[in-house]
């Protein structure tokens, strides 16, 4: 290639940007597929009303992959990550850990207790809105208009 050093790493991660080897990147992609075949109870009572943009129209996917995480849900359009804390979160300081690094990503970090999820979902989700409604969008919400 014309202008490239042989001393120049390839580009890895199969152009997701994260820099991380393409086998790192299979394996925590493997990882959630298996978590969104088997979500917990409080996932599985969130997402019913996070999925098909249900929630003022926002769109989130399960379990995705940012940089070495995986986030519970995200809403793409706002770069909002809401992290369901229950029996897997049960070390704060690896929390803390992930957290720091989204948010240095440029992701709002949102968590919410299995217990509200399970006893009180009208809640969590005009918390959501509020948060969501106070985030700017990542991308114009139009299209741009093609040149004439």
Not at 30 to 48: N, S
Not at 51 to 70: D, E
Not at 80 to 101: I, N, Y
Request: net charge neutral; aromatic share 4%; glycine share 8%.
């Amino acid at each position: 290639m014309p202008g490239s050093s042989d001393s120049t790493p390839p580009l890895q991660g199969r152009g997701k940007g994260w820099g991380m080897a393409e086998a790192t990147l299979d394996r925590l992609g493997e990882h959630a597929r298996q978590m969104r075949k088997a979500p917990t109870e409080p996932e599985k009572r969130l997402w019913r009303h996070l999925s098909r943009s249900q929630l003022n129209g926002y769109k989130f996917r399960r379990q995705s992959v940012i940089g070495p995480h995986i986030a519970d849900f995200l809403c793409p359009q706002k770069a909002l990550v809401v992290e369901v804390d229950g029996d897997t979160h049960s070390d704060p300081a690896a929390d803390q850990r992930r957290d720091r690094t989204l948010t240095t990503l440029g992701y709002t970090v949102v968590h919410v207790a299995n217990h509200d999820v399970m006893t009180n979902m009208d809640g969590v989700l005009s918390n959501l809105v509020n948060v969501l409604d106070g985030l700017a969008d990542r991308w114009p919400s139009a299209p741009p208009q093609p040149l004439p």
